[in-house]
């Protein structure tokens, strides 16, 4: 059994340490309880151990000095693959990544993804990928494609990994996955990341001109 | 007196990596429990702190203020911690005793036993919930601490907060 009543605004504000008026005594109890819980979980977290400086310092003499800060050309042709956590579908174990190869303009197909559009010269072919080996459909909806779920879908790979390309205008741009038509999924690994109004957040790329991308 | 951390990132881009020790010294200790009560697990809390701490000094020459060095670090860490989190999520079903529903509900659990049930209901919580829960509850972080340090409004933490308190009252039998 749970007891799934909410603490009412004056406890949430003497959890706070704020100014409260009287309590009822058991929600006074239940609030010095989570607290008093708190305070005993954060005191049996031990130091991290001072070797994790060792092992820091190890790579950083590795490198010898503080990179030079990476062109965007860099950039775009290294992957970011950071995983997701679709929570409605437990057989669904999700790692997500964006923009990973581009075209600047040219006419060639990239390999292995499906190509949505052909570009113009105003636009550049942006890579989308996501890792969703239980998903069963997934596409990217954004404000380049009037948040349709069905407009450009993903095509499923090897393992798992989603991907499409697209022409996309330059400007700037926000999106999200959407996994099995139902679920939004911002890309975890954007740089920028605004809210979308209804509470969820949506990703943001920019598109710049001669092929320049941040996402 | 200790150099801040403006000086020791000027330094470090100057050329004496060395001096890196000082941050990564500074803000292993200043930010650890944060990664531990967030990862929920201390091997992948230190390989996310070391991860963090190796990204900020490849990106160090793009920290726009250096006297603010924690901030930032702060930010790359909880990026690091959160896609442990969700990565983690993505292969392990958790689950979480239900205190009320347990026979020992009536024994006096010690306070181990209850921190370690907190621990497990802490991993039911979204990764917002559990970061704001974990920064104002176990780091004892001002609302205005933890906007400074996430770049979140203090209105939307709260919210987080409190939702998280709710949460975590139902899953540990309403905290009687």
């Not at chain 1, 190890?58 to 970011?80: I, K, N």
Request: aromatic content about 8%.
């Amino acid at each position: 059994m749970t007891d799934r009543r909410a603490f009412g605004p004056g406890t949430q504000r003497y959890l706070d340490g704020e100014p409260f008026g009287e309590l009822p005594a058991d929600e006074r109890a239940a609030a010095d309880r989570l607290a008093a819980l708190a305070s005993s979980y954060g005191a049996r977290l031990e130091p991290v151990d001072a070797a994790l400086d060792e092992a820091v310092m190890a790579a950083v003499r590795r490198r010898g000095a503080v990179p030079v800060r990476r062109g965007a050309w860099q950039w775009l042709v290294s992957s970011h693959r950071v995983p997701v956590r679709p929570v409605w579908v437990a057989a669904l174990a999700a790692a997500a990544a964006l923009v990973v190869w581009l075209a600047p303009r040219g006419p060639a197909a990239p390999r292995g993804a499906a190509l949505a559009a052909a570009a113009t010269p105003d636009t550049v072919f942006v890579r989308f990928e996501l890792v969703a080996p239980g998903a069963r459909t997934v596409s990217v909806a954004g404000s380049f494609n009037g948040w349709r779920v069905d407009a450009l879908p993903m095509v499923r790979g090897a393992a798992g990994i989603w991907s499409v390309t697209v022409a996309l205008p330059v400007g700037e741009h926000r999106y999200d996955f959407v996994v099995d038509r139902t679920r939004w999924v911002p890309d975890p690994t954007a740089h920028s990341q605004v809210g979308d109004g209804f509470g969820g957040m949506n990703s943001v790329i920019i598109v710049g001109p001669k092929g320049l991308v941040r996402s | 007196m200790e150099p801040s951390d403006g000086t020791i990132v000027r330094r470090v881009l100057d050329g004496d990596v060395e001096q890196y020790r000082f941050l990564v010294e500074r803000y292993r200790s200043r930010f650890g429990r944060y990664a531990l009560a967030v990862v929920g697990d201390r091997d992948a809390a230190q390989d996310a702190m070391q991860e963090a701490f190796i990204r900020a000094f490849d990106a160090l020459a793009s920290c726009r203020n250096p006297d603010r060095f924690g901030a930032w670090f702060f930010r790359i860490l909880a990026n690091q911690c959160r896609n442990v989190v969700a990565r983690r999520r993505d292969v392990v079903d958790l689950e979480v005793a239900d205190p009320a529903g347990d026979e020992r509900a009536d024994a006096a659990l010690d306070r181990s036993e209850l921190a370690a049930t907190l621990e497990a209901a802490l991993a039911r919580l979204t990764p917002e919930q559990r970061e704001a829960f974990v920064m104002k509850h176990v780091d004892g972080r001002s609302y205005e601490e933890m906007a400074e340090l996430l770049g979140v409004g203090t209105d939307a933490l709260k919210m987080r907060v409190y939702r998280a308190r709710d949460t975590l009252r139902e899953l540990l039998g309403g905290l009687r």
